[in-house]
């Protein structure tokens, strides 16, 4: 079992620990991300999150059908 870093409290919405990643983002769709965060009022974590299990449930709705 993989130990995960972290201030061991759980989130609400996960029944498992969260698995911590690094991702670099080019700085136009890093702001894009920033901006959709604030209008939504959450975290920037939440909007990519949502946005990767949404593209798993429809890969083909990603916009790069050639994978």
Same mark, same amino acid.
């Given at each position: 079992?993989? *130990?995960?870093r ?8 996960q029944?498992t620990? %969260?698995?911590r %990643?690094?991702?670099s983002? !080019? !700085? ?6 920033? *901006?959709? %965060? ?5 975290s ?8 990767a299990? *949404?593209?798993?449930?429809d ?9």
């Open positions: 079992m993989k *130990k995960t972290g201030s061991g409290k759980s989130m609400k919405t029944s620990p %969260a698995v %990643a690094s991702i983002f !080019p !700085p136009d769709l890093y702001e894009t991300l920033e *901006k959709l %965060a604030k209008q939504k009022k959450v920037l974590a939440w909007v990519v999150r949502d946005a299990e *949404k593209y798993i449930a890969p083909s709705a990603g916009g790069n059908s050639s994978q």
